[in-house]
C-alpha cells in the first residue's frame, strides 16, 4: 500500500481512513489536501478514483479545474477535454438537463469537450472509462492535428 500522489508507504490506518472518505490510498498530508477539495467542491469521490486511474495510465489531468465559469471535475488540457461525473444521473432534472447542454454548448465555442460520465460507470468499469478516455483523447488529438 503506497500513496497514489507521493508513493510513500502507508501504515494501515492512513491506508483505511484513505479507503473511507476518498476511496483512494493516500497519505495523510494528500488525503487532508483531497478532504479540503471534497469539502470545497463537493467533488463526487469517483471523480477523485478516475483522476488517480487516469494517472496511473500516464494521463496528467486536473481536478477541480476552473474554466473561469466553474469548476469542471477533471481536465485534461493537452486535448482541451472536460469530464464531468454526473453523480445522479437518474434523477437529473430538465432544468439540469438543459444546463448541462448550455455548457456543453459554452465548452465547444472555447474549443473545449465536455463528456458527463455516470459515477456507476467509474465505479464499476474504471479501466473501461480510462480505456475509452484515452481512445477520446486519441481521437480530439487527430482532430487537433486536421485543424492546425
Ligand atoms: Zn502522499
Redesign the pocket.
Known amino acids: 500500500m503506497i ?6 508507504e502507508l501504515g494501515y490506518l492512513d491506508h483505511k481512513n484513505a479507503m473511507e472518505s476518498a476511496g483512494v490510498e ?6 487532508e489536501r483531497i478532504k479540503q477539495l471534497i469539502t470545497k467542491h463537493d467533488t463526487p469521490l469517483e471523480a477523485i478514483q478516475l483522476y488517480y486511474a487516469l494517472k496511473e495510465a500516464g494521463i496528467n489531468s486536473m481536478l477541480e479545474w476552473w474554466d473561469g465559469k466553474k469548476s469542471i471535475d477533471i481536465a485534461i488540457s493537452r486535448v482541451k477535454l472536460n469530464i464531468e461525473i454526473d453523480s445522479a444521473y437518474d434523477k437529473l432534472t430538465e432544468h439540469e438537463a438543459i444546463n448541462n447542454l448550455e455548457e456543453a454548448m459554452h465548452s465547444f465555442k472555447n474549443g473545449f469537450t465536455t463528456i458527463r460520465i455516470p459515477h456507476i460507470v467509474v465505479r464499476y468499469y474504471l479501466n473501461e472509462t480510462v480505456n475509452n478516455i484515452i481512445g477520446i483523447m486519441e481521437g480530439l488529438k487527430a482532430n487537433i492535428k486536421v485543424i492546425n
Open positions: 500513496c497514489l500522489e507521493c508513493k510513500k493516500l497519505c495523510t498530508k494528500h488525503h
